[in-house]
């Protein structure tokens, strides 16, 4: 009973102060006394209300939530709880625990600090279905922004939910946040179906999307829908949207093209928008017989012409450029590719040069017209010695080698020793044996000559390549010959590669030539070996008999004027006897001499090449021709003779006397016919010499003087001042200027018959 009547207890104060609150002033509370009234009530905990932020006023909670109904109505049933708390005046928690009691039930629910009621949700499904009626599409993110509700609740609670019966409308199944009407998508087909209706080539689909606005997975999804006139050649955004007229002229152009030309060029499929130009033809080509090469593929058309062209070519015996039969798209390496694959059967009846294929018959034609130049070439070098001289170093690297490798066998049994002896350094036989160690080899020199051996192998090898062969006929000497043949045909850009092969065939002719005329050369030589030994011998003979009757008259020389006559002497003379012997023993060691008389030079190089049997006595002798020693000279002479197997005959005094006098004769008639003074005077003296002595002499032009000087006490003083007289003459005309030999050559001219006049007297009071 006590608390029913605690509350009649407050229901009836209530009352009393609603009445007292209604009569006059002088019967009301103030203001204060109401606050004091309050706080005691609410001290004795009779009464729970809700105090303002401002503290001016009171509410009960049963009140509260009245007024946030009434709020949340008034705004359209969605309300921020902070807009709330601003318009009742309430603290936002006190605001917060009456909107726990409120979404308790199922009409109001609190979204993102929002009081959302279902009523509310009804209308932005009305306006939703509005806009999707008027757009034809829509899209959750779209009514995101718009709302500023959460997407997931804007998706289930609003669109999804009110589907079919507030929003008309589909959801699109591969993107389930997008919403079309049935109108949209017919509309949007015939859209798209009317953009693939206008092209007319291949179209990137992002330019299709954009043209049309549409979403890349719609066009996509309603693609396979329309039956659209052309594929896709993938289903990206990136692919390309191709048209079945497009694919058709397409097909028709390849195939005419390929009609008319026989052969397709991958670039040009390529340009026509086919990414696999080799797929495509052969989807397209099922029945043709066709090679793919790397530019281009060419038919069986092309194929026999070629093989028609090669066969014709054979059978002509002349030559034919693929290249003019082949379409002119196809590159260097197509066209390595199609020669090889066309002359795969008739490699041994043609030759290829460059693109161009030549019968064998027209090669071998163009070797005939270069057989005589070889024949003659081969001759040349077998006359100039190189032919015999290429043969002998053959033979000397041969041997070379041949050493080498016995060296290289010797220094692989030495190591194998050495492995065995290293091998048997430890551990003696048998338990009395003891350890030994073998001293550690410095690896430098060992490294060195290891690569030494493994590289001897090969440079035989070098070698014999380098000299393999002796270029007899030269590639200049064959373009020669054939330069006009080819220019006449068209072919002088082949004129060098068809020059070097012919020039190998006419080398190794030419080898053969040369090995045949070397051998009948060798043949002829040793049949008139013998013949040339008598007349060198009688040669030499001659030469040393001559030397001896020289050497008796400059003897008659003082000894100081000696070494001049032996000097030139054996300069002159000796150097003749050293030739013969030089060329005698060329002629014995196959070695070849062109020339008859040879220079210093010559003979030196002769010397060397000899082998030692003849080297050294020769060598000997050329020494003593500096010496100015006649008795070395003669020892060099016999051991020489000895060498070659010569003798030195006997001396007959009865001819010697006949060619002294036969000399004196001779150097007389040369004297009648010469008109050059200076060669006058020096034959003159040497005749005169040769009279008054019985003896001849060797002499050059600087020593008539001192033969002058020796006349003087053998002849008349006025013949020994008019040869004096004449010397100075001569002496001044080689020594003047050329004006003044002008005025010096007559006086020598008109002196010259008295000089010539004078010889005859000598002769005669002789």
Known sequence: MAPSTDWDEIKRLAADFQKAQLSSTTQRLSERNCVEIVTKLLELKLIDVIFTTDGKEYLTSHQLLKE?????????????????????????????????????????????????????????????????????QITIGELTLHYDLPAELLQHNVVEKYLGKIIIGKQDPSEPRTFYTEEYITRTKAKIRGALTGLLKPTPVTVIINHC?????????????????????????????????????????????????????????????????????????????????SSCVIGSQIKLQLDTALEECILSKSYMD?????????????????IDELLKNNSKSTILFENTVFSNHFIETLKQNCMFMTEKKAEAVVKSGKYQQFILDKQINKASDMSQATH???????????RRKAASGKGGGGTQGRETKTKAVKKHYKSKH?????????????????????????????????????????????LTPISEYIQRSLNQTALALAKEIADKLIQDKSQNRKQTHGLTQDKINILINDIKLYEKGFKLMSSDQQPQFIKYLLKSLGGDILAEFCKYAANQCNLSVQVDTLTVEQ????????????????????NTLLDQNMELFYQSVDVCLSECGMILKKVDK??????????????????????????????????????LTQSMLHASGRQVPIIISFLKTQIKEEDFKRLQCYHELVTKFLTSSAEEKIDIEDKLKEELPALKYMLQEIKKYK
């Open 213 to 293: 606005n549409l979403a890349d997975r719609l066009f996509l999804n309603l693609f396979d829908q329309i039956n659209a006139p052309g594929v896709l050649t993938g289903r990206q955004t990136s692919a390309l949207y191709v048209p079945s007229c497009y694919t058709k002229s397409q097909n028709d152009w390849v195939i005419n093209f390929y009609k008319q030309n026989n052969y397709l060029e991958y670039d040009a499929l390529s340009r026509l928008g086919i990414s696999d130009p080799k797929g495509y033809v052969k989807r397209i080509l099922v029945n043709e017989d066709l090679t793919f090469l």
């Open 654 to 691: 009865k001819k010697d006397k006949l060619l002294i006098l036969n000399h004196r004769e001779k150097l007389i008639a040369e004297l009648e016919v010469c008109g050059e003074p200076a060669l006058c005077l020096h034959i003159a003296v040497l005749a005169i010499f040769t009279i």
């Open 322 to 338: 693929v290249v003019s039969l082949l379409p002119s798209v196809l590159s260097d390496t197509d066209i390595i590719n199609v």
């Open 408 to 418: 290289v066998d010797h220094k692989a049994e030495r190591r194998e020793e050495r």
């Open 450 to 494: 290891a690569a030494h051996d493994s590289d001897s192998d090969e440079a035989p090898n070098i070698t014999k390549k380098n000299k393999a062969d002796l270029e007899i006929v030269t590639v200049e000497d064959v373009e020669t010959i054939i330069k006009q043949i080819l220019d006449n045909e068209g072919l002088d850009d082949l």
């Open 68 to 136: 946030i109904k009434d709020e949340l109505y008034v705004h359209g049933g969605r309300i921020n709880t902070v807009d709330l708390s601003k318009e009742l005046n309430v603290d936002l928690n006190q605001i917060n625990v009456s909107v726990a009691e409120i979404i308790k039930g199922k009409e109001v629910q609190l979204v993102a600090g929002y009081l959302i009621t279902h009523y509310y949700l009804e209308k932005i499904a009305r306006e939703i279905n509005e806009k999707l009626q008027l757009q034809g």
């Open 603 to 622: 003979r030196n190089k002769i010397i060397n090449d000899l082998p030692d049997e003849y080297k050294k006595p020769l060598a000997a002798l050329n």
